[in-house]
């Protein structure tokens, strides 16, 4: 059977993969994929939440709160290079007509009454970081981390190489405890290159004192599958031979990244 927390792409072009609030029964999070073909358009009101327009992949013209952006995306795979992403805030309409083949994530949470302005954000913009060492080397892409202005989103693109491993020694945001710990709801969306490949993420809470979990799904990622992550810890691995990409999208009562880290692999951290 299936877990809960995977979800695949729908056959075909258009609206493939609908993740809300309430289907994933959180409260912060949403995300959309589009995927499509040159000439077709998305178009959508923000409502009461803020967006995050990732160009995964393609190109495309974008349209927010009335103002023309231009084409926008030079890349053609998520493994080539940055992306361009679009800010848009609460009480806004966007739209985004494809150029080209386009993969485009929507990532949405709640907006807080801020008066931000729709914003692009350009390859240029976006600071690379180098995580880990040896097998636990991965690298990251920040698209809208703490540090730029948003009133809830955290938007974060890792790669990991063939045999390396991320989001590890495995941490959590699943509990309103700062500073020690900010409670962040997660999404990951997985791609593969080469496509055919596969690799493993796995969910899972403490151990109780009878040994059991709450959580503990340990699941196999296709190219294109999305991992809910509600709670607990949340580690990846990519296998021998196929590189790992995801886009994570973060959201919770308070913008920050605070992580608890599972005690008995704290040790990882000084090797």
């Known amino acids: ?134 097998t636990n080397t991965r690298y990251v892409t920040n698209i809208l981390p703490e540090t730029e202005p948003a009133d809830s989103l955290l938007v974060v693109e890792v790669i990991t190489p063939g045999g390396h491993t991320s989001s590890y020694p495995p941490h959590k945001h699943d509990t309103d405890d700062l500073p020690r710990e900010s409670m962040l709801e997660e999404t990951y969306y997985h791609r593969l290159n080469p496509p055919q490949g596969f690799a493993f993420q796995r969910v899972y809470t403490d151990a109780g004192a009878d040994g059991s979990r709450d959580l503990d799904e340990t699941i196999c990622v296709e190219d294109g599958d999305v991992v809910l992550v509600p709670k607990g810890y949340h580690p990846c691995a990519a296998i021998h031979g196929y590189d790992l990409y995801y886009l994570n999208v973060m959201a919770g009562p308070k913008r920050t990244w605070k992580v608890h880290n599972a005690p008995e692999h704290a040790w990882l951290l000084s090797v």
Request: a positive charge.
């Open 1 to 134: 059977m299936m877990s809960k927390l995977l979800l695949k792409l729908k056959a075909g072009n258009g609206h493939v993969i609908d993740v809300t609030p309430a289907s994933a029964g959180w409260s912060h999070v949403g995300f959309d994929l589009y995927r499509l073909a040159p000439g077709e358009t998305v178009a959508a009101a923000t409502g009461g939440r803020e967006v995050c327009l990732v160009f995964v992949a393609g190109r495309g013209r974008v349209t927010a709160a009335g103002a023309e952006l231009g084409l926008l995306g030079e890349r053609m795979s998520p493994f080539s290079g940055r992306p361009y992403s679009v800010y848009v805030p609460q009480g806004c309409n966007w739209s985004v007509t494809a150029e080209s083949a386009l993969e485009l994530a929507v990532c949405s949470a709640p907006g807080r009454g801020g008066k931000l302005a729709v914003r692009v954000i350009a390859p240029e913009d976006v600071a690379l970081e180098t995580r880990g060492k040896g």
